[in-house]
């Protein structure tokens, strides 16, 4: 009854649209918790012809960018009630109008990303909205069930790759655009605005996490990065109406269609995107011959599987020797592969696979698992049947992000800069205590990180920074001019703070920086590299986010500008680090794809490692994420193209300029 007096209000009432959203927003999900699901479609139809732009309130009802709360309210109320009928009918039709009400919300909530202007801001937005993206994947693969079109199948990969990384798509699209369209000395005063917001940030949590925070402080600074943040907006807002090039740029919504995943990831790979909820995974395969998607349904007892294996695989095997442990790494490893593997390997053309995880599996290398059940009496993992002895591995967090980082310039230099610190007599600072408290007196020294640094340079040529040489002001005066960027050094990961994970350079005491390479610093960062490599621990772990994958270090460099980044999954060690890197570089010189580079440096540690150190543990850290091309020449392919083609050249000047007949 009350409703009803409300409605009746709303009827005599027609200029309060924010009264008019906000009972309708409340009368609908009454009705939706009373099973009354047509009276639901009937209250919300005219959302369904509205466009999306005219979806929103008045100034009293719009959310911080634009778009109504109770709108998204009506509009997600209509798309769960299509389901449950779409559902418990099998009607196609119903399932149709799912499909078109999702998309709905969906466009809505990337306009609201893009409007956006904080990385955090677009990140959490992932995480709330992506049950509708999952939703609209279930919705697609029920219409590809039943009429097995292509159209379907489409739509099921746009949602696949928009479930993915959205914010840091966003972020990165921004980022070039300033770069591509606007004036070189206003995409620095943007990059140095948001590098003072980073350090104010870091200010007050480290401030935040003392026993007695100064309040004071806290206001003063909290008042800096208001302004800051107002300066920096009203900065972005000049860019938007004065540059059309960046606008454009920008406010770009699309995904990397089914058709073009070749052009991406190269005609003779193989795709397998996945998706990852509560109780669906989808594999998404494509590849020049076709394109197909598997659909498993799981429980709890996967994740139970998926997280003990990470355990083992991220650990030294135990010392004692003990078979037990051996059996139960392979017992995982190879019912592992049955799901995440073997479904798809009917449909693979080649042995060459780019991956693109989701979820937990994120934190997997799939390397790692075995494509046979194996038991061996000398415990001798190097003998398993590893996948990484039947495939060529690389990642990407989705094919869109990757289209983005090939449209990049490129640095025009082909040189290599190696960097590896020195950490003696080194202190930690009281105020690093509170993050991490495990960092007690001074930090270790990394003896192999030297050594690798000079090697990478001997072997590539270029510049080593070893010892004092290796400061946080050295880095960032040279990082722009390098093709290949090397890292050799300690790493603090924050999981609850991304932004402030860092990495530790040389101390200096005539440098203004304080040696600690911050990961919101990196975002600043003008780096055109076509390759950083990360083999400092833990580089590519993180917080994982539900639609936005792993907040690594590693992550930081790919949205400051390199191509691709070898990055390392959990604590590596130093010397098995150390050699599969040399033998990685080896390859590369030769000619090889990163992805080709690594797999065949890793085939080499196995080949002479002892038991022990044949564990995954120990050869696997390193995985490559980003752009796969080979970074030199095949000199014999290269020189035999030359040979050819000047033959092919000289037989057409014989034919064509034949000398006259005696």
């Known amino acids: 009854a009350i409703y009803d007096e409300c409605l009746e209000y709303v009827r005599k009432n027609p200029w309060d649209h924010s009264m008019k959203k906000y009972i309708l927003a409340r009368y609908a999900r009454e009705l939706s918790n009373a099973g009354r699901y047509s009276e639901v479609l009937d209250l919300t139809d005219y959302l369904a012809a509205v466009p999306v732009e005219g979806i929103r309130g008045d100034s009293d009802t719009i959310a911080s960018n634009g778009i109504s709360e109770d709108d998204l309210q009506l509009l997600g109320l209509r798309y769960d009630v299509l389901n449950v009928l779409a559902d418990g009918e099998s009607n196609v039709d119903l399932l149709r109008q799912a499909v ?17 202007s904080e990385e955090d801001s677009r990140t959490s937005l992932s995480s709330s909205a992506r049950d509708v993206y999952t939703g609209l994947i279930d919705n697609y693969a029920s219409l590809y069930e039943a009429n097995g079109d292509r159209e379907s199948l489409e739509g099921l990969f746009e949602y696949a790759e928009r479930s993915k990384v959205a914010g840091f798509l966003a972020s990165m699209r921004e980022l070039n655009a300033a770069r591509f369209s606007l004036p070189e000395e206003l995409t620095e005063l943007e990059a140095g605005i948001r590098s003072e917001i980073g350090l104010y940030r870091e200010l007050m949590t480290t401030e935040r996490l003392k026993a007695v925070p100064d309040t004071q402080r806290l206001a003063t600074w909290e008042s800096v990065t208001f302004r800051l943040h107002r300066s920096r907006d009203s900065l972005v807002n000049i860019f938007e109406q004065d540059y059309p090039a960046y606008y454009n740029l920008k406010f770009r919504n699309e995904v990397t269609p089914l058709r073009d995943v070749g052009k991406v990831i190269g005609q003779r790979a193989n795709l397998l995107s996945y998706v990852l909820t509560q109780d669906r995974l989808y594999i998404f395969v494509a590849n020049h011959r076709r394109s197909e998607v598997i659909k498993k349904d799981i429980d709890s007892s996967f994740f139970t599987l998926l997280t003990r294996f990470r355990e083992m695989v991220s650990t030294p095997p135990d010392p004692s020797g003990s ?19 073997e479904p798809a390997e009917p449909f693979l053309a080649g042995d060459k696979i780019v991956i693109s995880p989701d979820n937990l599996l994120s934190y997997l290398p799939f390397e790692t698992l075995v494509t046979e059940e194996f038991r061996s009496p000398g415990l001798l993992y190097r003998e398993a049947p590893f996948a990484l002895k039947k495939y060529r591995f690389s990642y990407i967090y989705s094919v869109t992000l990757s289209s983005e ?24 600072d009281d105020s690093l205590l509170v993050s991490w408290p495990s960092l007690r007196g001074e930090i270790h020294e990394l003896p192999y990180a030297i050594m690798e640094a000079e090697d990478v340079v001997n072997q590539c040529g270029g510049r080593a920074f070893t010892g004092a040489e290796a400061s946080e002001g050295a880095f960032k005066r040279e990082v722009k001019n390098y093709k290949i960027i090397h890292l050799a050094m300690h790493t603090l990961v924050d999981d609850s703070r991304p932004a402030f994970s860092r990495m530790l350079f040389t101390p200096s005491g005539g440098d203004t920086e304080d040696g600690m390479l911050n990961t919101y610093e990196v975002y600043s960062l003008p780096i055109k590299a076509m390759m950083v490599v990360l083999s400092s621990c833990n580089t590519g772990s993180g917080m994982l986010v539900n639609g936005e994958g792993i907040l690594s270090l590693a992550r930081g460099f790919l949205y400051a500008g390199s191509r691709s980044a070898v990055m390392s999954m959990w604590a590596v060690d130093d010397i098995s680090a150390s050699e599969v890197i040399h033998s990685f570089y080896r390859n590369l ?29 120990y050869w ?34 014989a034919l064509v300029y034949k000398g006259p007949r005696s």
Do not use: C
């Open 589 to 617: 010189r030769s000619g090889q794809t990163k992805s080709s580079a690594l797999r065949n440096a890793r085939l080499s540690y196995l080949e002479d490692a002892l038991q022990r150190r044949s564990h995954p543990y």
């Open 405 to 428: 980082t090939l449209q990049r310039s490129r640095s025009l230099s082909n040189r290599l800069i190696a960097f590896a610190p020195s950490y003696e007599g080194v202190e930690i």
């Open 620 to 653: 696997s850290a390193l995985v490559i994420y980003g752009d796969d091309t080979p970074l030199w020449y095949n000199r014999v392919k290269l020189y035999t193209g030359i040979l050819f083609f000047m033959l092919v050249a000289t037989l057409l000047f």
């Open 100 to 116: 078109a009400t999702g998309r709905r919300i969906t466009s809505l909530y990337d306009r609201q990303r893009l409007e956006m």
């Open 323 to 341: 078979r037990a442990p051996f059996n139960e790494y392979m017992d995982l490893a190879y019912s592992l592969y049955r799901i995440l593997l």
